[in-house]
């Protein structure tokens, strides 16, 4: 009856009640203590990277019903680096669990301490709608790995892949300790009102900041992965055929922009402006034709909403007469093609939010050092990208300027490698994960100091004299006489 209780929870009328019967079945689950054992995690894992091979036609097919993604993008940037994380996960997991053996201190001798990663229990993620396959599944990922329990809500916005995942997921993995919950505001509310013990959110700022108020109320941790304005600093140095075809593929090639590493506005200076705006444009007639809107390339924007949140974006009076390239809509099937925007004022709508989106604003100076100036003066980005030559630069660039993550010469990659943290600092995030940092994420480290009963100290105890005082104080101040002395147990009681 419990399971079966359990099964209408994740059912229609998902409400604050059924969100609890969920919980409490996750913690019987996790009570259990199965999902501490290597073999219970080592399984899920397997079962997920099954799931993937098994079901790719299926996910790609969700994918392209949710965003019109390309088969290309959905398998280099979610399928394939969902499975490299199941596989790393698999591959570095035992070394993952060990204790970690860890120096103890004169005032503790004779001893031995060790940091044991333990699960945090039962967590719930939250993910979003761009990436709505590998932002699903990479933080269960993690969450299996650490151990614990875990329910999933993907986003309603993308809801083929949803549907998918509240499918395939619990044929492949524990179905008591593995669960997905569909749905929109209302059951993600239901979620947010039940006591977890960690809660991973990815998406927007506002949504964030819900998340973290609800957490709050039971002092729940949180990771938030949210997003942010990602710069891209261009010197005039530069390759400028490579580095535009790469600002290209990170921009375009990543979901239409609809990414939160996208590249978001370029600066450079005002006499390189010229040459680097003819490359683009070279660069995009090329990748996407001379009618981008019917190239097979590039992903739709995701719903009626955000296609009109951007189109009036393009509309404001202080943008419009900025535009350079692009700018072709097609509404019934909400494509937007590459955009580039020369100059659009500081203070336009387009510059104070992430854009999330194939629009590109390109800001010149007539420094590279007011560039920098620049990028300082807003938010911390989760990314943030440098395309010189000049190592002078470089190291000014990453010493000075805050953000998630930097890449030199190059957009979006570093988020490819396992052992790279990924997350955001300031508005950007919380937390961050991929490899070892996901399963820290969901770990709670938990300091251990092993003693026998050899080596007492009578200088510890009351009552306390002017000799214990003296041993005392030069036991913590790391002296090699009063430590002699204590192990002679000196003074006498």
């Known amino acids: 009856m419990e399971n079966a209780a359990e099964e209408e929870a994740v059912g229609e009328g998902f409400d604050g009640a059924r969100a609890a019967v969920l919980v409490a079945g996750l913690r019987r689950g996790f009570a259990s203590g199965r999902t501490r054992s290597y073999d219970w995690r ?5 079962g997920i990277v099954r799931m993937i091979d098994d079901k790719e036609a299926e996910i790609m097919a969700a994918l392209h019903d949710d965003l019109a993604k390309p088969h290309m993008e959905s398998y280099l940037h979610e399928i394939s680096l ?4 199941c596989t790393f996960a698999l591959k570095e997991m035992k070394r993952w669990m060990k204790p970690e053996k860890v120096p103890t201190s004169i005032t503790t001798f004779p001893s031995s301490a060790e940091i044991v990663s333990e699960p945090l229990g039962v967590v719930l993620v939250i993910s979003a709608w761009n990436y709505p396959f590998l932002l699903s599944i990479d933080p269960v990922i993690g969450a ?3 151990g614990n329990a875990v329910a999933l809500k993907p986003s309603e916005v993308a809801p083929a892949t949803s549907s998918l995942f509240a499918t395939i997921l619990p ?6 300790c593995v669960k997905v919950v569909e749905g929109s505001i209302p059951e993600t509310t239901a979620l947010l009102e039940q006591k977890w013990d960690k809660i991973f959110y990815t998406g927007n700022g506002k949504v964030g900041r819900i998340v973290m108020t609800a957490a709050a109320k039971h002092l729940t941790p949180v990771a938030l992965e949210l997003g942010g304005k990602c710069p891209v600093l261009v010197d005039s140095n530069v390759n400028v055929k490579v580095a535009t075809k790469r600002i290209a593929v990170g921009k375009w090639g990543c979901n239409n922009g609809q990414a939160c590493v996208a590249p978001d506005y370029i600066l450079t200076t005002k006499s390189f402006a010229p040459t680097l705006v003819d490359a683009m444009k070279k660069t995009l007639e090329k990748f996407y034709g001379k009618d981008p809107l019917e190239s097979p390339d590039l992903s739709r924007i995701v719903n009626a909403k955000h296609f009109r949140h951007l189109t009036s974006l393009l509309d404001d009076e202080k943008v419009s007469g900025t535009i ?8 019934k099937h909400l494509k937007i093609a590459p955009t580039l925007l020369l100059d659009v004022p500081h203070d336009s709508l387009i510059m104070k939010e992430e854009i999330f989106g194939p629009l590109l604003p390109i800001i010149t100076f007539n420094e590279v050092e007011d560039c920098l100036d620049f990028i300082n003066s807003k938010a911390k980005p989760l990314a943030a990208y440098l395309f010189t030559k000049d190592k002078r630069l470089e190291e000014r660039f990453v010493k000075t300027v805050s953000a998630g993550g930097m890449l030199i010469n190059d957009t979006a990659l570093h988020l490819a490698n396992p052992h790279l943290p990924f997350g955001g600092v300031g508005e950007s995030g919380i937390g961050a994960y991929h490899g070892k940092f996901s399963f820290d994420s969901f770990s709670h480290k938990k300091a251990v100091l092993s003693r026998g009963f050899g080596g007492e100290a009578p200088a ?25 002395l204590a192990i002679l147990g000196w003074p006498r009681d």
């Not at 080592?42 to 397997?46: E, G, N, R, V």
């Open 324 to 331: 350079v390239y692009g700018g072709q809509q097609d509404e």
């Open 460 to 484: 510890r105890y009351p009552p306390y004299t002017p000799q214990k005082q003296k041993i005392l104080r030069g036991l913590i101040n790391g002296s090699i006489m009063a430590l002699l």
């Open 82 to 85: 969902a499975k490299a994380a």
């Open 42 to 46: 080592a399984a899920q894992l397997k």
């Open 171 to 176: 044929k492949y993995t524990d179905n008591s």
């Open 144 to 146: 299996i790995a650490a």
